[in-house]
């Protein structure tokens, strides 16, 4: 009697326990993706210490952007896995046999690889430029593996995020004049590859990108991620601006995307729904679209909309005041486990994500704001979630403080940093029926 009402106690349990499965969020399930803290309990996850910090945290100094980015670049190179020639991002998505997706390493390692770039004096810098040019030959190489072609599987996917900042790594390398000789005609190569993989990954007609689609890979059905799309397209605009053949209507589509998203209060939505939110009060929104959960990402997409001539000077000065207004709703979720957790539905990784695209919409806010004074903020920010070892981790395994430190080394130099590239609009008509 004693285990039949045992057995009864549990059946009756497991509509609560999937309430609060639903209620905690997560990425989109799928047969090879891997929700919250499963994914910390995978094969390869399982061998990295668990990272705890406590949010929020008293005010702090602002840092010395310059000793701050000098101490970052010298853990940063200790920070090489592999070969010496990656850095690898860990987050909560795993492939075949809970392997790490190759777009994490591939990701990861192009933006460990930008902000090398973008600290000071990277010209003299030997042993930086060496491991530039180990960075590069990893990410050219595993643009070969299979998992980094056009072709989506499943309904999760990550490949994108490689595509994204791979194409923006090579290009700020062009710019700067430093892609390694030795691979320079293959950086050229891959760089037109990745500009048509891009534009041929894009969702159809409803436009932008996603690293989930429940629909099928080309189905109209699919809607972008804001947090996604908004990069590629910043990648896009600049790879047109150096000249590549750039998909005109893959654009147009992907930025009416984001506009469709733009809710009545100014939030964008995590995910860009297929008819506008743009009269949708907050009362009637969902806890990730919410402005509170828009503050990682509104800067983000507001920067993206002014590049491309669709932006509004005072949306993105709020979108800036969000960020800061809501950094302790961002930073209690910071090295934590679970992925989307209410109130906001903020998940760790988007911590540091949301610090470097509110500090490029810093500079581009209009001429007579007030820009030192929301620099100095930035850097006292970012002294506040800085690790004793000089390092930033939203994550709760080591090996992401590559992609942490990274970050907020991009946010520290954003001042110095070339100006993201504009996109002149294109005469292409979008999809009517998506905006409806």
């Given amino acids: 009697m004693k285990f039949a009402a045992l057995v009864v106690a549990l059946l009756c349990a497991l509509p609560q326990i999937a309430t609060l499965r639903a209620q905690q969020g997560g990425e989109p399930d799928s047969k090879k993706a891997v929700n919250g803290n499963k994914a910390d309990a995978t094969p390869e996850a399982a061998t990295k210490p668990i990272r705890f910090t406590k949010f929020p945290v008293p005010e702090a100094t602002p840092l010395d952007a310059d000793i701050a980015v000098e101490r970052a670049v010298v853990r940063l190179l200790q920070l090489k896995e592999g070969d010496g020639d990656q850095w690898p991002y860990e987050g909560v998505y795993r492939e075949d046999r809970g392997q790490l997706p190759v777009g994490y390493r591939v990701g990861g390692t192009a933006i460990v690889c930008l902000s090398l770039l973008a600290a000071k004096g990277y010209a003299g810098d030997a042993a930086r430029q060496k491991a530039v040019a180990a960075g590069v030959g990893f990410v050219l190489k595993t643009l070969d593996e299979p998992r980094m072609s056009l072709e989506f599987i499943g309904n999760y996917d990550v490949r994108g995020w490689g595509h994204i900042y791979a194409l923006q790594l090579f290009l700020s390398l062009e710019g700067a004049k430093a892609v390694p000789t030795e691979c320079a005609a293959t950086v050229e190569a891959k760089t037109k590859w990745l500009v048509k993989a891009l534009c041929e990954s894009a969702i159809p007609e409803a436009g932008g990108w996603n690293y989930s689609r429940r629909a099928g890979y080309e189905s109209p059905r699919n809607t972008a991620s804001t947090f996604m799309t908004a990069p590629a397209l910043q990648a896009l605009f600049l790879a047109k601006a150096r000249g590549h053949a750039v998909d005109d209507r893959v654009i147009a589509q992907a930025l009416a995307a984001l506009e469709r998203s733009r809710s009545a209060p100014g939030a964008y939505g995590y995910g860009a729904a297929l008819k506008s939110q743009n009269d949708v009060e907050e009362e009637r929104l969902t806890m990730m679209d919410k402005v509170g959960s828009s503050a990682s990402r509104a800067a983000l997409v507001e920067t993206t909309l002014q590049l491309a001539g669709r932006g509004d000077a005072a949306r993105l000065r709020r979108s800036v005041d969000w960020f800061f207004a809501h950094w302790d709703d961002l930073a209690v979720r910071k090295s934590q486990q679970g992925t989307h957790i209410q109130p906001f539905g903020i998940a760790p990784y988007y911590f540091l994500f949301?610090?470097?695209?509110?500090?490029?919409?810093?500079?581009?806010?209009?001429?007579?704001?007030?820009?030192?004074?929301?620099?100095?903020?930035?850097?006292?920010?970012?002294?506040?979630?800085?690790?004793?070892?000089?390092?930033?981790?939203?994550?709760?395994?080591?090996?992401?403080?590559?992609?942490?430190?990274?970050?907020?080394?991009?946010?520290?130099?954003?001042?110095?940093?070339?100006?993201?590239?504009?996109?002149?609009?294109?005469?292409?008509?979008?999809?009517?029926?998506?905006?409806k």
């Fill in 354 to 435: 949301g610090h470097v695209y509110a500090a490029q919409a810093i500079e581009m806010l209009p001429d007579g704001e007030d820009k030192d004074a929301l620099r100095t903020r930035m850097r006292a920010f970012l002294a506040r979630s800085m690790d004793q070892d000089g390092t930033w981790n939203d994550r709760q395994f080591d090996r992401s403080a590559g992609y942490g430190t990274a970050m907020a080394v991009l946010a520290l130099r954003m001042p110095h940093l070339p100006k993201p590239a504009g996109y002149e609009a294109a005469t292409v008509p979008t999809n009517t029926k998506a905006a």
